[in-house]
């Protein structure tokens, strides 16, 4: 079974760790982090995550139209509609679109919020 754990460890970002006694620790602490991102042990999270991607009428806006978002080389704003990432540049097709909770206008608040 610690070969199977070393493998896949092997595959993973940060590899299989040196102490032998932390193999098993590090392979749950992945377990537990794809659980995490799956949704598992956190009812709605899925639905969530999909409501954020593809908007959600029902919701109100959380983006004030005026605000920019900077993270490193990635900016966003002013609102939800030009996105910057280094020497990339476009528009979102629903950036002039108001009164609604936009695709991924969730998550450039989110983004907002870790850059604070």
């Known amino acids: 079974p610690d070969d199977v754990l070393t493998f896949l460890l092997d595959t993973l970002p940060g590899g299989t760790p040196a102490d032998a006694a932390q193999l098993r620790p590090a392979a749950k602490a992945w377990l537990n982090y794809l659980a995490m991102c799956a949704g598992i042990g956190a009812p709605g999270t899925l639905q969530e995550i999909f409501r954020g991607y593809v908007g959600d009428y029902s ?7 005026d605000e920019t978002v900077k993270a490193g080389f990635i900016e966003i704003g002013p609102g939800v509609g030009p996105v910057k990432m280094g020497p ?25 919020g870790m850059v604070e």
Do not use: I, M, N
């Open 59 to 65: 919701a109100p806006e959380r983006f004030p139209a």
């Open 88 to 112: 990339l540049s476009y528009t979102q097709w629903f950036a002039d679109e108001k009164g609604y909770q936009r695709p991924v206008e969730l998550a450039t608040v989110r983004l907002r």
